[in-house]
């Protein structure tokens, strides 16, 4: 069992990229032998996870992911409630139509195929 929990490794090693950036290789070769010593390279997505929280919450920043059938990148703001936006943008034709937003845990389906599994839902339970 490891003494530390991956979100205190995890605020370490943003503290430690924070104070030396220009070492930003180094640390992270040290903290990758660190980790492996420990035996907690297991919980490496997980403090990978956490980092982003503790370097999106220092930074001010959130992600939105948005998702849409459409090829051409959508617009959004680059500021949402003073937080700076992080944009992460992919394509799934398998949507048909619309779009899929998603900020934190808010998820707001806008897509077609979306409407489609609604409507479908409410169809087979009857509760129209």
Do not use: C
């Amino acid at each position: 069992m490891n003494r530390y929990s991956p979100k205190q490794l995890a605020t370490a090693f943003y503290e430690l990229l924070s104070e030396k950036p220009t070492a930003r290789k180094e640390i992270v070769s040290r903290f990758a032998v660190f980790l492996k010593k420990m035996g907690a390279a297991r919980l490496l997505n997980e403090i990978g996870r956490h980092f982003e929280k503790i370097r999106r919450q220092k930074e001010n920043a959130i992600k939105v992911e948005i998702v849409t059938a459409q090829k051409s990148q959508p617009i959004f703001p680059t500021k949402i409630n003073g937080k700076k936006v992080e944009l992460a943008w992919q394509t799934d034709p398998a949507l048909i139509a619309g779009s899929i937003i998603r900020i934190g845990d808010l998820r707001i389906d806008n897509s077609v195929k979306g409407r489609l599994e609604n409507l479908k839902q409410l169809w087979t339970s009857k509760t129209f």
